[in-house]
């Protein structure tokens, strides 16, 4: 029941291997003399005698991790330009806002009847 350590190519022995991390598939997947095997997986019974075929940075699994952590970080050009966008956006409208009351607070409390007198169609 332990894992494989490498990708790499059966070149002796029979077995059950479990990729169900790496592929999805949730039955055990049959490995005789010639079938790869993807490093992660678990061989669920019988013993093989692989050939490693990638080790390290280069084996199914790191470069799934690998892929995987570029598209965490990495942010989208529509989503570039929105956080750039929303950048100028939103002070502005916090400023729009400011003024829009003080001119209201300003106009309200000075004179209420030019208020009356300038919008009475409203």
């Not at 699994?61 to 952590?69: A, C, F, M, T």
Request: charged residues 15%; glycine residues 10%.
């Amino acid at each position: 029941g332990g894992k494989f350590p490498v990708d790499g190519k059966v070149i002796e022995g029979c077995s059950m291997a479990d990729e169900s991390l790496i592929t999805g598939e949730p039955m055990p997947v049959v490995k005789r003399i010639g079938n790869t095997v993807i490093a992660g997986s678990i061989n669920a019974q019988g013993s093989l005698l692989i050939q490693a075929t990638h080790v390290g940075p280069e084996t199914t699994l790191s470069q799934i991790v690998k892929l995987v952590e570029e598209a965490q970080t990495s942010k989208a050009p529509i989503q570039q330009f929105a956080d750039k966008l929303s950048g100028y956006f939103v002070p502005f409208i916090v400023v729009i806002s400011v003024a829009t009351l003080t001119v209201w607070i300003i106009i309200g409390f000075a004179d209420f009847d030019a208020i009356e007198q300038h919008l009475s169609g409203y």
